[in-house]
């Protein structure tokens, strides 16, 4: 069966910068009414900026710079994409999907199927898997996989609700985890091996798996997400573990023969218990989050790019991507790349 490579992946940063200490100061009665120390955010979280979109820019705009810079980078005839996949969990509308509206902006033909998969922070994840086998069973020649995510919405009304000084203790924490949401987009394109013009990243094996009774320990509208941080990494590190012990079963020998490491990006407390585990440095691993915040399903593709961008990949590397989204799901990719 044929091999399905990344046959190209481009990313755009958010222009606007805002550091975690300006957040807080958006805020600053009520933390220091709880006696929280200055630069909590970062303290706890490891993130110290992170990046906004202008309020006016559409999140089909955002997926669309990404996509639309790839696209010009590999000079592809668009008439061949037979699938567009958006993976963000921001959106517009409910309906219409953002896939649809970027399809449209790219110019992509009428045969092209079009869809948005929402699946926390998984949905990069599962839409690679969709595009391989629809790859696989040769019903298209290359799938796009597209991300804008535009957070600032979430992050203003948090802050909004953290100005009233009434509000509880309990309800102020359920709300950091959205202090750490970053904003950016990413685009990738997949092709079996045998049309690939330009790559050799072969995604070798995609392992899932999923713990859903702790559905309900982060939930989130279009105004607000609350998440009971403590819960989820306690969860989170379980689930982790699991889909690790499997890749040891899987992979014979891969933590010894990983070369590089794109784990899930939410906190440095989660970063020092995957190490742990995996008996590594961080320094294995390429985080973002510090300086990007939280990306949702945006993370380990963006911090993909950069690595590549930044040469820090190489010819025949061997590379495990893990990403979780809550519920909790969780799924680990193995690229040589």
């Not at 102020?172 to 079996?192: I, Y």
Request: charged share 25%; aromatic share 8%.
């Amino acid at each position: 069966m044929s091999n399905i490579v990344i046959e190209g992946l481009e990313y755009v940063e958010a222009p606007e910068v805002v550091t975690s200490l300006e957040l807080e100061n958006r805020f600053k009665d009520t933390r220091d009414k709880f006696g929280i120390p200055k630069n909590f955010i970062e303290t706890f979280s490891g993130v110290s900026s992170r990046r906004e979109w202008s309020s006016e820019i559409p999140v089909a705009d955002v997926a669309f710079l990404s996509a639309k810079k790839l696209l010009d980078r590999l000079d592809i005839d668009v008439n061949e994409i037979g699938v567009i996949i958006n993976t963000s969990l921001s959106r517009d509308y409910t309906e219409p999907t953002t896939a649809v509206i970027v399809h449209d902006k790219l110019g992509l033909n009428d045969r092209c199927i079009n869809f948005d998969i929402n699946n926390a922070c998984l949905g990069f994840s599962n839409a690679i898997d969709v595009v391989s086998s629809l790859l696989k069973t040769n019903q298209i020649k290359y799938g796009l996989i597209i991300c804008g995510e535009s957070f600032q919405r979430f992050v203003t009304c948090a802050t909004d609700r953290l100005k009233d000084i009434n509000i509880s203790l309990e309800n102020f924490m359920l709300e950091f985890a959205t202090l750490t949401l970053g904003s950016g987009s990413v685009s990738m394109l997949l092709c079996k091996e045998e049309d690939s013009k330009y790559s050799e990243h072969i995604i070798e094996k995609q392992i899932f798996i999923s713990d859903s009774k702790h559905n309900m320990l982060c939930k989130a509208d279009h105004y607000q997400m609350v998440c009971q941080s403590q819960d989820m990494l306690k969860a989170g590190t379980n689930i982790v573990n699991k889909t690790l012990d499997i890749c040891n079963e899987e992979f014979p020998d891969w933590r010894d023969t990983m070369d590089r490491f794109f784990p899930h990006q939410v906190s440095m407390s989660h970063i020092k218990v995957l190490t742990k585990y995996l008996g590594i440095d961080a320094k294995d691993m390429e985080l973002i989050f510090p300086y990007l915040g939280n990306l949702g399903p945006a993370a380990w593709p963006i911090s993909l790019a950069i690595a590549e961008k930044g040469g820090r990949l190489v010819s025949g590397m061997n590379i495990a991507i893990l990403s979780i989204g809550s519920g909790f799901n969780c799924s680990c990719i193995k690229v040589i790349w």
